[in-house]
């Protein structure tokens, strides 16, 4: 019988692999280098190594990055953009940069499409749902025949006010498919994302249409492959939101995938925040090419309905993640006589200097080898051994540059890797009104664990945790969520004019229509439910921040204007830091969110220790310019009650831990590794 539920996470470096066994209740993780040129062969690598077939597998999920990479590498297709006759340059004009009006080095972003390829289409609603011109057939055609003329890979269709009446988005779609056929993939704004706000409405479009053949492809190579060696299961893949999709429900909006990747250490942050009682965390996942940070809130991921990458907005919802980059294998390097670490990494191949694959620049990875704090004969559990000679070698050719000496240019560039990271937890944490230091920093990824006591120390926070697997632990939170599907539709009243039976009964529509829609994901009746909320704003404000509703029947109450003023004002004031309670709110946008619950691993606990002493070794370690004696653990040597002081480097197959001096370290029930500053004596964390 099938019993291990598995996750996989392909990252730039490696590709991580967990199981869980259903029959014994135990975490297996398993890693292996990432294989660019056909990343399937990574991912069996990693999976063979703890199951034995496909066909053992009861429940798969797969955290992709292809769609990001695509995006990211301006390597997806060619898109014809399909826009309303006279809105053709929407698009390109986009919206002026009001977070930077005085940045004199401000760029504006490189849209996807350029003018050549916009074609402008008859036809028009109003806001109101009522035609006003006719569509121009013809003129679709006519863009059909460029099409394929000029090798355009996919089209997106953009029209006026389709968020109010789709009509003609979908009869263009109608006739596309005559003139070219139903495998030329075709992206329409309104199911992209429906919602208000022309240009980012086009610009969703346009991601999911330059991305989507690309993630195509690939779920489609990937869930043949293990099809054809026995799985017997659907394949579900990670969504930006949190929640998981089916691959055959993720290829037809293949939008939602693209920040796949990263999610799934957030929703591991939302299981970790649930079993050891701390629920506001921040989230670092380093791993070898970028970083990652992440909040739980309240035991709840930090959702946004939207989302910026290199500029340009989506409209859908996304886990607020910050990604700077800054890995393992982000290459150290001089500009205008100063240290730069980053973002261009060395990758899987060739990798830092000390793989020994080629690479000659030296990385974050090389200079905490120097710096003793990795083992090189355990690295990645035992798959790799670390040259400790060719990162010396590189460090010292660096350091001749700015005449410093091998273990002085180490720690320079772990200290600019380590503001760097700083800043980007400042960016996700201070800049909006958000205080560190009443958080826990949990670490994770492969590198995470290395830098992370340093990051909180320089951010003021007293506690970090290391989960179990913390280098796949992304791939571990892909086993604690569930199948989610987002709903949103427009909604414009004052309060003052607001039906609130309308209302309820317009979120009771939404409610069956998110309920109706896990049907296509296997989940069972008793499995399903929906969460509801409202975007609103001040009257004659831009911009909305999102409450929650407490159920379809709430707005149904006497007192329920006064009720989401309150929720409003509250959520203005802690984002904004000032609330003008009693002043006319508009609503904007009802949104409602289905989930499916399939199940999820339960958390293993690990066994109580029988005494105060675990096996180590004493190693040299340099901390702060000063070599230090400090304990060498094998993490599985530790159990539940072990307690230590630093300087130490814990050493597992996922990851390293270091602990600098002034910091102590304990294993919880659940086999964390909690490391607390010492001088913060008994003062700990606000939680």
């Known amino acids: 019988m099938s019993r291990f539920r598995v996750s996989m996470d392909i990252g730039g470096t490696f590709t991580d692999v967990v199981a869980y066994d259903e029959t014994t209740g135990r975490f297996q993780a398993g ?24 066909r053992d597998i009861s ?37 002026g940069p009001r977070t930077r009006l005085y940045d004199l080095h401000f760029r504006k972003p490189e849209p996807l499409v350029p003018p050549r390829d916009v074609v402008e289409i008859g036809g028009r609603f109003d806001s109101n749902r009522t035609e006003i011109e006719p569509l121009d057939e013809q003129a679709l055609r006519a863009a059909a025949g460029r099409f394929r003329e000029e090798g355009f890979g996919a089209i997106a269709v953009a029209f006026l006010f389709s968020y109010a009446d789709p009509a003609h988005e979908l009869r263009a779609r109608e006739i596309l498919v005559e003139e070219l056929g139903e495998d030329v993939p075709i992206s329409l704004s309104h199911e992209a994302a429906k919602e208000w706000r022309e240009y980012e409405r086009s610009s969703s ?97 930090d959702v946004s309905p939207e989302a910026q990458l290199e500029g340009l907005p989506m409209l859908m919802s996304v886990v607020n993640i910050h990604t700077v980059g800054a890995g393992g294998g982000s ?42 704090r990795i083992e090189p004969d355990s690295f990645a559990g035992g798959h790799m051994n670390l040259s400790s000679e ?17 273990t002085a240019m180490a720690e320079g560039i772990c200290d600019v890797a380590n503001a760097k990271m700083a800043q980007a937890i400042r960016t996700i944490t201070v800049s909006r009104g958000i205080e560190p230091r009443e958080f826990t920093l949990v670490a994770f990824g492969g590198a995470g664990p290395m830098h992370a006591v340093f990051l909180a120390r320089e951010l003021g926070i007293t506690e970090v945790v290391v989960p179990r697997f913390p280098g796949a632990f992304s791939a571990w939170g892909m086993l604690q969520t569930e199948i989610r599907k987002d709903f ?15 209302m309820a009964a317009k979120v009771a529509a939404m409610a069956g229509e998110g309920l109706r829609s896990l049907d296509s994901e296997g ?91 675990f096996e180590h070794e004493i190693r040299e370690v340099v901390f702060g310019g000063e070599r230090h004696q400090a304990l060498l653990v094998r993490r599985e040597a530790l159990a539940k009650g072990h307690a230590f002081d630093g300087p130490a480097i814990v050493v597992e197959g996922t990851a390293t831990t270091v602990v600098p001096p002034g910091y102590a370290v304990s294993v919880d029930a659940i086999g964390s590794l909690v490391i607390s500053d010492q001088a913060a004596g008994d003062e700990g964390v606000q939680r």
């Open 59 to 95: 429940f798969t999920v797969h955290g992709t990055t292809q769609g990001l990479n695509a995006f990211l590498e301006r390597r997806g297709v060619k898109v014809l953009l399909l826009a309303s006759k006279g809105a053709g340059d929407n698009y390109h004009i986009a919206r």
């Open 523 to 613: 989940v069972p009746a008793q499995g399903r439910r929906v969460e509801h909320s409202v975007d609103i704003r001040y009257a004659a404000q831009e911009y909305t921040l999102t409450v929650p509703v407490i159920d379809a029947d709430e707005p149904r109450r006497e007192d329920f204007v006064e009720l989401i003023a309150k929720r409003f004002g509250q959520l203005h004031e802690s984002r904004y830091g000032h609330a003008n309670l009693g002043a006319p709110i508009e609503f904007v946008t009802l949104r409602t969110t289905a989930f499916g619950e399939l199940g999820r691993a339960d958390t293993e606990r690990v066994a109580d220790a029988s005494g105060p002493e």
């Open 488 to 502: 949103s539709e427009p909604y414009y009243f004052l309060d003052a004019d607001l039906d609130t039976a309308d």
């Open 331 to 372: 290459v150290a390097w001089l500009e205008a006589g100063g240290l730069r670490v980053g973002p261009r990494s060395a990758g899987a191949a060739p990798g830092p200097a000390c793989y020994q694959r080629g690479g000659t620049e030296p990385t974050v990875t090389d200079a905490n080898l120097v710096l003793g």
């Open 390 to 406: 060719a990162a010396a070698d590189s460090v010292t050719e660096l350091g001749k540059s700015l005449d410093l000496d091998t």
């Open 31 to 54: 890693k292996s280098s990432t294989t660019p040129n056909d990343l399937t062969e990574g991912v069996y690598a990693a999976l063979t190594s703890l199951v034995g077939s496909p």
């Open 205 to 301: 479009a346009v991601i999911e249409a330059y991305t989507g053949p690309v993630v195509r492809r690939y779920l489609t190579r990937l869930e043949d492959s293990l099809v054809e060696r026995g799985l017997e299961v659907p394949l579900h893949v990670m969504q930006s939101s949190g929640g998981v999709l089916t691959a055959e429900s993720a290829r037809r909006r293949p939008l939602q995938t693209l920040l796949s990747g990263p999610v799934g250490g957030t929703m591991g942050g939302v299981a970790l925040a649930e079993a050891i009682g701390r629920p506001n965390l921040i989230c670092v996942d380093m791993g070898g090419t970028s970083f990652d940070v992440s909040l739980v809130i309240d035991g709840e991921p």
